[in-house]
């Protein structure tokens, strides 16, 4: 994504990704949705809609320090 649509911080990004790769996982030779830049595709439609942008730039943790353990 070019970065002037680049709405995510790079640390927000990978936090998707996992995110993403938690609900649905690699199985066999099929990828991950993460893996798949299912991320790249939530942050081009989040760019198309102020309301949810504002939401998830303000609430989707900023760092990596912040985000939960994965168990």
């Given amino acids: ?8 911080t790079d640390d927000q990004s990978d936090l998707l990704t996992e995110v ?3 609900i649905v996982p690699a199985n066999g030779d099929l ?3 993460g893996d798949l830049g299912i ?6 439609a989040v760019n198309a809609n102020p309301a949810l942008r504002r939401l998830l730039q303000r609430d989707l943790p900023n760092s990596h320090s ?3 353990e994965w168990k």
């Fill in 1 to 8: 994504m070019p970065d002037t649509n680049k709405i995510f």
């Fill in 31 to 33: 990828p991950s949705a």
């Fill in 20 to 22: 993403l790769n938690r």
């Fill in 66 to 68: 912040s985000q939960p």
């Fill in 39 to 44: 991320a790249v595709f939530i942050e081009s």
